[in-house]
């Protein structure tokens, strides 16, 4: 068989697809040594020692068969009482799967309550996979614009402006990646009362809710009819420095889970058992780490907001998450033109706008999920860079 008839055989919906924004830009960074990197989406923290005993623990008593389905059953019920206690949400432990990764349990919602042509709402700019689990589970993804000028929050009116007989769903994601925008409780009651005039589901990933600044969190889930028709996702990822584990969570209406559960049954069997024994420390034992740790990313969120301010760049003030999102319109360059020639010229490290949709397009994420001194240094080398260019543009004026 030749090659072009092997391409030939590859699904049309993955043909079109295109390569994560986010992946085709760090190919870059791996051929160029001495990389400052504010780009991955990750604490820079390793796993709390409390967590990584509670695996070795499980390692050493042999505990490496798998789990039900659904998760440990003891897990299960410890997310039950975080739930309640952190967000004032009830949820049975039949009501919650474990998955592999809050990016599983994405997917298994998605596939779960979508039928071919129905259209999803995702507001913008977002986590890069969204879009693409939309078209993979046989949906449209619409894209709803966030703005910098309403603090990228998402508006009841540019969701009404999309909506048709086709839109199934919203897809939601607060607090933000990339932008670091947060929702209020106000701000989630108008799109609450969105969701129920025009009888969508919802599925709302929280998966940074215990990393927010100056606000609390406000969990969807915890408005007044909502809860029985949205999906809440969370997991241990950002919050317990916990990447690497592919551990995360899903909870919502039993019929829903359910159908999630027939789906995860058939291609991931559960979550890693080991991963799971950690979870479950996390959520008895990792809170007061997740207090210092959110302590430390404030400090530096301030030092690159303002840091990024003075270099000229204007900085909407992230409220959640560990990214900076400032705009580089006023450099004359796009995006991605700006992240290579940064890349390649002062070896920093950051992320186009454009690879979390159109309207991150004018924006870089930096992420300062990076130690204090590694901050301070790509803004020194950014200072370079914008002078730089300045002095080269008025050269050539």
Request: net charge negative; aromatic share 8%.
């Amino acid at each position: 068989m030749k090659n072009k008839d092997v391409d030939n055989h590859v699904a049309e919906v993955v043909q079109t697809m295109p390569h994560s924004g986010i992946r085709k830009f760090f190919d870059l960074i791996e051929k160029t040594d001495g990389v400052i990197s504010l780009g991955v989406g990750e604490p820079d923290y390793i796993t709390p020692e409390v967590i990584r005993e509670a695996c070795m623990k499980a390692l050493v008593a042999g505990r490496t068969k798998y789990t039900s389905n659904c998760g440990l059953p003891v897990l299960r019920e410890e997310i039950s009482c975080y739930l309640k206690t952190r967000f004032k949400v009830d949820y049975t432990a039949e009501q919650i799967l474990v998955t592999v990764g809050v990016s599983e349990a994405v997917d298994l919602a998605l596939r779960a309550i979508i039928n071919p042509g129905d259209e999803v709402l995702i507001g913008e700019p977002c986590y890069v996979s969204y879009a693409p689990n939309v078209a993979l589970a046989g949906g449209v993804p619409v894209l709803v614009p966030a703005r910098a000028e309403e603090e990228f929050r998402l508006k009841k009116k540019d969701l009404i402006a999309r909506i048709n007989e086709r839109t199934k769903a919203l897809l939601l994601s607060y607090p933000n990646n990339p932008t670091g925008a947060i929702m209020e409780r106000s701000d989630l009651e108008e799109i609450a009362q969105v969701a129920k005039n025009y009888d969508l589901l919802v599925i709302s990933d929280e998966v940074y809710a215990e990393l927010t600044y100056g606000k609390q969190h406000a969990s969807f889930v915890s408005l007044p009819g909502i809860k029985e028709r949205t999906i809440l996702l969370n997991g241990f990822s950002k919050a317990f420095a916990m990447t690497g584990w592919r551990l995360g969570f899903a909870a919502g209406p039993d019929e829903i889970i359910k159908a999630m559960l027939k789906i995860h049954q058939y291609t991931m069997l559960c979550a890693p058992t080991m991963s799971q024994f950690a979870g479950l420390a996390a959520l008895r034992n990792g809170f007061d780490f997740v207090d210092e740790m959110v302590s430390e990313y404030d400090k530096r969120r301030r030092i690159i907001v303002n840091g990024l301010r003075e270099l000229g760049l204007p900085c909407f003030e992230p409220r959640g998450a560990f990214y900076a999102f400032p705009s580089i319109a006023g450099t004359g360059m796009t995006s991605e033109e700006f992240c290579e020639n940064l890349l390649f010229e002062e070896k920093v490290a950051v992320v186009p706008g454009n690879a979390f949709g159109p309207s991150g397009e004018g924006h870089i994420r930096c992420c300062y999920a990076a130690s204090q001194s590694k901050i301070e240094e790509a803004l020194e080398r950014m200072q370079r860079f914008l002078r730089r260019r300045q002095i080269s543009n008025a050269a050539i004026l």
